[in-house]
C-alpha cells in the first residue's frame, strides 16, 4: 500500500522585507527586476551562481531530508531569469537526478499567471520539462463560480463558461 505524497509550497521569487538578512550576506537580490513583493532574486546576474545554488539545494534538502514528493513553485512569473541555462529548467533537473538516486518519484510543479505551456513543454520543445502547472485559471474560475467573490484575482471569472474552458483546454484566458 503507497503512502500519502506529500508536496511544499516553496517560494523562490521574492522573500519578505522584514526580518530578511540575506542581502547581508551575499548578492541574493537584484534591483534589475522588480516583483509584487520587493526586489527580485538575483538568479542571472553578476555572482548568481551561488544565489542559484542556494535555492537548488534549499530544494533538495526538502525533498531528502523532510521526504517532500513534490514542490509547487510559487509565482513562477516573477522569477526572472534570462540566463542560457534557466533557473527552473536547472532546479528540474537537480530535482530529477536526486529523485533518480532516492528511487521515488518527486514532483515540480509551477504556479503561474501567465498560462505559459513552457513550463511543462520537455527541453526539445523549448521548456523547462516540469511535471504540472497549478491552474490559477482554474481556481479562480471555481472560486468565483462558488462564492461570487469578483474582486482581484476573481474580477474576470464567474461564469461557469470559464469553468468549463478550464477543464476543456486548461486555461479560461489564452493568446
Given amino acids: 500500500m503507497k503512502g500519502i505524497a506529500v508536496a ?3 517560494v523562490y521569487n521574492h522573500l519578505g522585507p522584514e526580518g530578511n538578512y540575506l542581502q547581508d550576506y551575499g548578492p541574493y537580490f537584484t534591483d534589475r527586476y522588480k516583483t509584487p513583493w520587493n526586489e527580485a532574486i538575483n538568479l542571472d546576474g553578476p555572482y548568481s551562481d551561488d544565489v542559484r545554488l542556494f535555492f537548488i539545494e534549499n530544494a533538495l534538502y526538502w525533498i531528502r531530508e523532510f521526504h517532500m514528493d513534490a514542490l509547487r513553485l510559487d509565482a513562477v512569473h516573477a522569477v526572472f531569469d534570462f540566463s542560457a541555462l534557466p533557473f527552473l ?3 528540474k533537473e537537480a530535482v530529477r537526478d536526486l529523485s533518480s ?3 521515488r518519484e518527486v514532483h515540480v510543479i509551477a504556479e503561474s499567471d501567465l498560462n505559459d505551456t513552457r513550463l511543462v513543454r520537455s527541453p526539445k520543445q523549448g521548456g523547462f520539462a516540469l511535471d504540472a502547472q497549478w491552474s490559477d485559471d482554474f481556481h479562480h474560475a471555481l472560486h468565483a463560480l462558488l462564492t461570487n467573490e469578483r ?3 476573481y474580477r ?3 461564469q461557469i463558461q470559464h469553468l468549463a474552458k ?3 483546454e486548461g486555461f479560461v484566458y489564452t493568446g
Wanted: proline residues 0%.
Fill in 8 to 10: 511544499l509550497d516553496v
Fill in 89 to 91: 529548467k536547472e532546479l
Fill in 101 to 103: 538516486r532516492l528511487g
Fill in 151 to 153: 474582486e482581484g484575482y
Fill in 156 to 158: 474576470n471569472f464567474g
Fill in 166 to 168: 478550464a477543464f476543456r
